[in-house]
């Protein structure tokens, strides 16, 4: 299929990306990494300059909304915007490991419960919905790894980086396979028993239902 972007008047590849580099090039998008996210399609997929130019252009950051103009209600992927005629790949990434999960889980994170000394007064100041291997997030590797690997910002001030492991139990697997959400996932109170924290080796682990 070719496609025509009226806007700049280039013609936009089809791509056909596994799961794992959909998922890669989407955060880098995301995360404003554009160069990057070319660089990787020249070196890793054998695109020419050229056309990983073309698609990253191309790609929006957010879903729904166009990458030229200020319309934000793009219903599908490979999408021309009505309003500018720009066309966006609006790709649909709806994964359940997502910001929304990030806050509340950062929320329920309650360190002086834990009882420990050198952890009393901690808060956590945030967690990065955007893991440090993206592409583990695909469901196959979800079923193989059954955690993931972040960072979240932890300290008196909030203000010290940690590897944050994740490790997914029965329902959040079960969840995360569904698409639906983890924070039902989040145990309640008895926080020694789903939060282990090292402030040594800066590592947190949570263990979801
Ligand atoms: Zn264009
Ligand atoms: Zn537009």
Redesign the pocket.
């Given at each position: 299929m070719k496609s025509i972007?009226k806007?700049?008047?280039?013609e936009?590849l089809t791509i056909t990306f596994s799961e794992e580099m959909k998922l890669e090039i989407w955060g880098m998008v995301s995360q404003d990494l554009k160069l990057f996210a070319v660089k990787k399609l020249i070196d890793e997929y054998q695109y020419s300059h050229k056309e990983a130019k073309t698609v990253i252009?191309?790609m929006n950051k957010d879903f729904g909304k166009c990458h030229?103009c200020n319309f934000s209600k793009l219903e599908k992927e490979y999408a021309e915007c009505p309003k500018c005629k720009?066309?966006n790949y609006n790709l649909k990434i709806d994964i359940p490991f997502n910001q929304e999960f990030c806050s509340i889980l950062e929320y329920k994170l309650q360190f002086d419960e834990l009882d420990i000394d050198n952890v009393k007064g901690f808060w956590c100041d945030g967690i990065d919905h955007f893991p440090t291997h993206l592409k583990r997030l695909t469901n196959a590797n979800i079923i193989k790894n059954k955690q993931i690997i972040t960072r979240a910002w932890i300290g008196k001030g909030g203000e010290t980086i940690y590897t944050m492991i994740i490790k997914l139990g029965d329902n959040a697997i079960k969840n995360y396979l569904h698409n639906d959400s983890l924070i039902d996932c989040i145990p309640k109170d008895a926080y020694k028993n789903w939060i282990s924290i090292d402030p040594e080796k800066k590592e947190i682990e949570i263990r979801l239902r």
């Open positions: 972007c806007k700049c008047n280039t936009v252009t191309h030229q720009a066309f």
